[in-house]
């Protein structure tokens, strides 16, 4: 029988798919709801008090039993977060590059289904609704320029480059080719043209009218970047400690990377042995690329089941697919429908690159697939009845995901898979390199805070742009065709960047708990299974909630 408090999880999700359709359908929610989400003042108040109100009735609910207690706690934590942030009128900000609104209205239409005539129908109706939803973004900036709460100006001029290149490289012709001779075809073609149209328009917009207008600073501040934090890890952050861990924590794996290098080539500098790297085992094609990354995502899969996890079969095969022309420099994934039907994907952007270095990419595959995001994410959707629909659809947090996705890079070494292939480890530890120094960019920039006297010498005192690149290319060591896009992730996402860092902290201190628990008789597989069927959870809440169910 549905506990009061359950219901009111299938409740929210249902109505909130009502006022987000972009968001029912993304995630895969059966129902009549409409195609796009409304992204003017009025359409953001309206979700603004959809998630109040649910807050407010969910505050007068007395749970049953473990289950209820867990829904409860996490549907609590997330709206308050949600609304906290909406309260400081960040809301006006709605410009968010390469990763928010501008990107979303590409994704959302690759995601629409293909498969019969009524398919192709909706995917229409997402392409038409770009320039609703381009008009309902402008209506919002236009708010906070007008009293002062406007975006940085490097995020707007980035915006302006990102909406150009949706239209120039004409995003959507693939899918009136792929549609064929069909009725539907001019249309198509028709809807097409009026998005780039669209996204021309916002532009010019962001560029000359917007631009002059826009925040200097990139940096939000302390009590802005606490509430992102507390949005994006579901913790309340001490931003100093965890800077000051960063910089730790960068110098560790650097010495791990030293040591790692010398095996490759002795007496070579880390730099000469990169180089080498990326210049043998390479993939010629991206065709090619796309067969081995589909090949490594499955061996994964293989490799997992039944030893350290029990995997479902309907998460057995991951949908990997290549991305040309994106703005977007990494790799990324996207979870499966609510019923499945849709795969889980992982997204690789192809870039400039014309040939495939394998040494880096692999553990990428381990946490964007498997067993990184599509285990955590897939098993929410297999998992039943225990989590509330809340959990399984709406209640994803980054510092638990990303924090997961990190501690499956750090299972891959445990498992020995780093082996395999030569510089494997070398590019976990780069890897981890980055999102070390991710953590000193990230609260570095947003809060002003001067960089270590030592690290002042080698890349200057004060954070700013070049600082920021400096310190991810020469640290972070991040290949150059992503460079850039993510130092402007950084800037425009605030507390995104530390989510990995952070919550890998947390996952490995609450396995760390449950080892020094059990002793000997610790199962790895068993606390997987525990841990993943808790669905998403806040770090404050990570280790307690474990400790308590153990």
């Not at 381009?134 to 915006?159: F, H, I, N, W």
């Not at 899969?301 to 095969?317: K, P, Q, T, Y």
């Not at 595959?365 to 285990?375: A, D, I, S, T």
Request: proline fraction near 4%; glycine fraction near 8%.
């Amino acid at each position: 029988m549905t506990t009061p408090i359950f219901a009111l999880a299938d409740e929210y999700i249902r109505t909130r798919a009502e006022v987000d359709p972009a968001f029912g359908h993304m995630v895969g929610i059966e129902g009549d709801y409409g195609v796009a989400t409304d992204y003017s003042p009025d359409g953001i108040a309206a979700r603004h008090e959809h998630q109040v109100s649910f807050l407010r009735r969910l505050e007068a609910m007395e749970p049953t039993g473990s289950d209820d207690e867990l829904a409860k706690l996490h549907m609590r934590e997330r709206l308050e977060a949600s609304t906290q942030l909406h309260e400081t009128g960040d809301w006006k900000r709605i410009l968010r590059v390469p990763y928010g609104l501008i990107q979303n209205m590409c994704t959302y239409v690759d995601l629409a289904p293909r498969k019969s005539e009524d398919d192709w129908a909706h995917l229409l109706e997402r392409i038409k609704a770009i320039p609703g939803t381009v008009s309902g973004m402008r209506a919002t900036l236009e708010v906070g320029r007008a009293d002062g709460t406007t975006v940085a100006r490097l995020q707007v001029l980035k915006g302006a480059e990102q909406a150009r290149l949706n239209a120039n490289k004409r995003v959507f012709d693939q899918h009136a080719e792929a549609y064929g001779d069909g009725p539907l075809r001019p249309e198509l073609e028709r809807a097409a043209q009026e998005a780039y149209a669209a996204f021309e328009e916002l532009a010019n917009y962001l560029q000359r009218e917007y631009a002059p207008d826009a925040r200097e600073a990139d940096g939000v501040g302390a009590d802005l970047y606490k509430a992102h934090a507390r949005q994006m890890l579901g913790a309340d952050l001490d931003p100093q400690e965890a800077y000051e861990w960063g910089w730790a924590e960068l110098y560790r794996i650097e010495e791990e990377m030293a040591t790692e290098a010398s095996k490759i080539l002795p007496g070579k500098s880390l730099d000469e042995v990169i180089a080498h790297l990326d210049s043998t085992n390479l993939i010629d094609t991206p065709e090619e690329y796309l067969a081995w990354l589909t090949a490594e995502h499955q061996w994964a899969l293989d490799e997992l089941n039944g030893v350290h996890f029990d995997i479902d079969e309907r998460l057995m095969s991951v949908d990997v697919q290549l991305v040309h022309g994106s703005s977007a420099g990494s790799p990324y994934y996207t979870g499966p429908s609510e019923d499945l039907s849709r795969k889980g994907r992982t997204w690789w952007p192809v870039g400039p690159r014309e040939k495939f270095a394998k040494w880096g990419e692999y553990t990428t595959v381990y946490h964007e697939g498997v067993p990184g995001h599509h285990l955590q994410i897939g098993q929410t959707k297999v998992v039943g009845d225990k989590l509330s629909r809340f959990a399984k659809s709406s209640g994803s947090l980054s510092g638990y995901g990303e924090g997961w996705a990190l501690y499956a890079e750090r299972l891959a070494d445990e498992l020995g898979w780093f082996e395999r292939a030569e510089g494997a480890r070398l590019g976990q530890l780069k890897a981890s390199a980055m999102r070390a120094a991710r953590v000193v960019i990230d609260i570095g920039t947003h809060l002003d805070l001067p960089l270590p006297a030592q690290e002042a010498k080698r890349h200057g005192a004060k954070w700013n742009f070049d600082v920021a690149l400096d310190v991810l290319q020469q640290r972070g060591r991040i290949a150059g065709h992503r460079a850039e896009a993510e130092i402007v992730r950084y800037f425009g996402w605030p507390s995104q960047a530390i989510c990995y860092k952070m919550g890998e902290r947390a996952w490995l201190a609450a396995r760390e708990d449950a080892k020094s628990r059990d002793g000997a008789s610790f199962n790895l597989k068993d606390w997987h299974t525990k841990a993943l069927n808790l669905g998403p959870i806040g770090l404050d809440n990570l280790r307690r909630i474990l400790k308590e169910r153990a």
